[in-house]
């Protein structure tokens, strides 16, 4: 499904989902801006994309494509450790077709972080990141591809 989001042109945002794949779109530096505004006859900026088919971690500032999560049944804490890096105040953990919560002590670690967490489908997850990035919040998405 194409996602026509109002999004930050300078940040990580995710252009489309189906199955067993996700589309995102790449921030464009302050330069390509400009050079997209003087080169299109639209003024519209010209976007690159990043295709992905494995379980990944987006933020508006890093897209971690091997995040090393294999299983959204069996989610360990040290599946979440490189979140812990960012700097966010929600995670949207998108678990596939299926919804599957983690530990509640993974939920706990990342409370006491001052990281929230939002469970749900990945098709759910995607739109959901993408809202709350054009919302300049401080958000991250850890992703299962739908099926």
């Known amino acids: 499904m194409q996602i026509n989001p109002d999004f930050n042109i300078s940040a990580y945002t995710i252009r489309s989902y189906e199955p067993k794949q996700i589309n995102i779109y790449t921030p464009?530096?302050?330069?390509?801006?400009?050079?997209?505004?003087?080169?299109?006859?639209?003024?519209?900026?010209?976007?690159?994309?990043?295709?992905?088919?494995?379980?990944?971690?987006?933020?508006?500032?890093?897209?971690?494509?091997?995040?090393g999560a294999t299983d959204p049944e069996?989610?360990?804490?040290?599946?979440?450790?490189?979140?812990?890096?960012?700097?966010?105040?929600?995670?949207?953990?998108?678990?596939?077709?299926?919804?599957?919560?983690?530990?509640?002590?993974?939920?706990?670690?990342?409370?006491?972080?001052?990281?929230?967490?939002e469970v749900m489908a990945t098709d759910s997850a995607c739109r959901t990141y993408n809202f709350l990035v054009s919302d300049e919040r401080r958000v991250a998405a850890a992703l299962f591809m739908p099926e």
Do not use: C, Y
């Not at 400009?34 to 897209?63: A, G, Q, W, Y």
């Not at 960012?86 to 678990?95: C, K, P, Q, V």
């Open 74 to 117: 069996n989610l360990k804490m040290e599946d979440f450790k490189r979140i812990l890096d960012l700097d966010i105040e929600i995670l949207i953990l998108g678990t596939g077709k299926t919804i599957h919560f983690p530990d509640p002590k993974i939920m706990a670690t990342l409370q006491q972080h001052g990281i929230g967490l």
């Open 28 to 67: 464009l530096s302050e330069e390509q801006i400009r050079e997209n505004m003087e080169s299109s006859p639209t003024h519209e900026p010209i976007h690159h994309t990043v295709s992905l088919e494995k379980p990944f971690i987006v933020s508006t500032e890093v897209l971690i494509s091997d995040w």
